[in-house]
């Protein structure tokens, strides 16, 4: 998939700067070595192919482009494909705003990043999850009430933008859920849930690094914004991440994981070439 046009100005932009240099080196050199009269000629096609192949390589680079480092009001901010359990410091895996933890495909698919974490990360210890949860010490305006007429999973609704800590896990409250266990959320409501999280975050990360997934770029669909992509998904993160109050101290970062299946879809060069990433 072709994201990056062929003339793209950031492609020409970064293709001039290298001819700059190249030609700069170049005249310094025939300053000093004489050049053959019947050979000026080849090397005068040669030195084209060379600039036509560098500006192949800039374009397909700028296609290819699976990470990028930016600042955001002095945080540093990595965008990069991996795998979330892999990084280091605290990860972030969204929950529904009961924390479930039933995998079985209607509450959690198995193959959600919540799905993943909570079988492959917590196994047979879910009951100690579920204690962890129900003991921790949120704020008492996280905690909103007891949904007695829910016939399957838990009680307790929090806010949305919660986060319990859980070992090296940030767990957040994201998704609002029906009557039917079906995850719902507006536009107002996601960005509720990024002011809450960056807010919570600021609170807890202790100078640790975090890294978060594209929030929304699951099975969850935002009402109102069904075509909505995960390019500005990454580029709300980002804003909401900027205007908040969090803010990492070095050495401790924030990476935001693309999962491999999604940066066909995601210009990291436009969130780069972009002041703050929007």
Known sequence: ?????????RVIENFLKITSAISATLSLVVLFVDIPTNCKSTYGWIFIGLLVLIYLAIWIWSNNLNKID??????EVTIKVGDIFSEPGLKAIAFNEYFDTIVDNKIISENSLNGIFIKMYVGDQVSELDSHID????????????????????????????????KDFLLAAFTKFDKNNKAVLTMP?????????WDKVNNVYGQQSVATPIFGSGITRIQGHKTISDE??????????????????????????????????????DIKSARNGV
């Open 1 to 9: 998939m072709t994201k990056v046009s062929f003339i793209d100005r």
């Open 70 to 75: 930016i600042n955001i009001e002095g945080s």
């Open 135 to 166: 003991n921790y010490p949120f704020d008492e305006s996280e905690k909103l009430k007891s949904n007695a007429e829910r016939a399957v999973g838990k009680k307790w609704q929090y806010q949305i933008g919660s986060i319990c800590v859980y």
């Open 189 to 197: 409501e996601y960005l509720e849930f990024l002011i809450n999280f």
């Open 232 to 269: 500005d998904l990454l580029k709300i993160m980002l804003w909401t991440f900027r205007i908040s109050e969090m803010r990492f101290k070095y050495p401790a970062k924030l990476t935001i994981v693309i999962h491999k299946s999604k940066i066909d879809k995601i210009n990291l060069l």
